[in-house]
């Protein structure tokens, strides 16, 4: 293995200068690349109805292409599903990302063409562990690298197309040099029932010199305490004594960085946030120690990007920003348009940039992820900080929460319901709500002004869940593992109520 390490230390230079040279002519690779999707596109269904033979420039595209949501889309996706080719992208589609950003009852199901997964998603992944390997010293090549992956199905209306989460799409493309150093064995990764996963996981990962994990936090806490308790082993560098970097997305970190440190009492171990959705790997922390978990964006990896600012959101003909127009510090949706045929598409992501040039983001939310009843406008970046902070101040730790609206009676004021499951609960719940309830108001001024006086809306109520209740609550939906999360906001009590409902069956 340490030959091995060696011999990839030479081809990962090579990469690295690129990723170097798209960030430092970012503008330019840009460009390029909506010229090439354009040029690729041109003969398809969606091309020639929008006269992509005559687009010149960003402003033709802009003026010619209507932004797009996926309910826009969905005509002609579910015509690509039904093996029609040539519709967004060139050729047949054979495999479709099941998006569960959300664990509302309708998936969404995006395009992975050949080229997206080629130029984005496994272009992305190879990005940030070429970069990890470059500046670290690292030796990640000397173990093997864990994936906490979903898992795919036929397509019930055409057999010839499959189904499944992002990560098992990018398992099962996974390069034959790189399941080298996969564990556990593919077959296992990709298990439909993810208690039987769990299972097999924890038998065979206790056993492996890993170096590397990924995986949403959640779902990699759930496998770490199964080896734990399998191994009889007080931390996880008992039990892999050689790891050095976690890399997870698909929720904020924050909440959840004092538990992994626990679990890996070592300065030497690392944590990356990546920006990996279902419509393409867009971002990922290439440095160690870089300030609030800021990603930078990939920008040769078979997107163009536009961002739309947020308070355009939802205008009748709204305007984007380039790269080059952006601000630092204002929150934008995001706008891709993609190697899959996705155009000028809205993921339902927020950011903010924290630098331009080098182009560097923070997710702030999603655009349909807050509460706005009361016309509060609590977002995920207000509740999830909040939470860090509170629990660093009561010394304890969350495991999941989700927030919903109290609604207005003739007999009562409104408010918003917590409902959290602890790992390491706080002493004093009612204090840990106040100071969660005045932290929210420090950091946003619309819920502070409805909490003043208590005049628009009540202290927040906090539910403490038992053990393991969205654990069962995902289980009951169908959506255990993977990239499956319990949605952080809402602005109705659909969520809750069934929680809720769960503890008195």
Known sequence: ???????????????????DRYQEYPIEVQNIWLKKLIKEASDTEWGKKYQYNKIKSLQDFKKQVPLSTYEELKPYIHKTMMGTPNVLWPGKVKWF??????????????????DNLKDCHLRGAHDV???????????????????????HHPFNQNPNVLIGDVSAIMVEHMPMFARFFHTPDIETTLLPNYEEKLDKMTLIASKEDVTTTIGVPTWTLVLFQKILDYTGKSNMLEVWPNFEVYMHGGVNFEPYREQFKALFPSDKVGYLNVYNASEGFFAAQLEKDAPQNEMSLLLDNGV???????????KEHPDTCALEEVEIGKQYALVVSTSAGLWRYLPGDTVTFTSVFPFKIQVTGRTQQY???????????????????VCKQHNCAVKDYTVAPIHLTKDSKGGHEWLIEFSR???DHQGFAASLDQQLQTLNSDYEAKRFNDIALQPLVLKVLPENTFYN????????????KVPRLANNRKHIEEIIETLTN
């Open 371 to 389: 509460i706005n009843v009361f016309g509060e406008e609590v977002t995920v970046a207000n509740t999830d900080k909040a939470i860090t902070m």
């Open 425 to 427: 609960p706080p002493v």
């Open 97 to 114: 990302s099941k998006s569960s950003g959300t664990t509302n009852d309708k998936s969404k199901y995006i395009p992975v063409t050949d």
């Open 473 to 484: 609550w995902l289980k009951f939906k169908g959506k255990l593992g993977g990239q499956n």
């Open 304 to 314: 163009f990007y536009e961002f739309l600012p947020f308070e355009d959101l939802g």
């Open 1 to 19: 293995m340490k030959l091995v390490n060696s011999v990839f230390s030479w081809y990962i230079k090579q990469h690295c200068s690129k990723v």
């Open 129 to 151: 562990m070429s970069k990890w390997y470059e500046t670290q010293d690292s030796k990640i090549f000397e173990g093997k690298n864990l994936v906490m992956g979903g898992s």
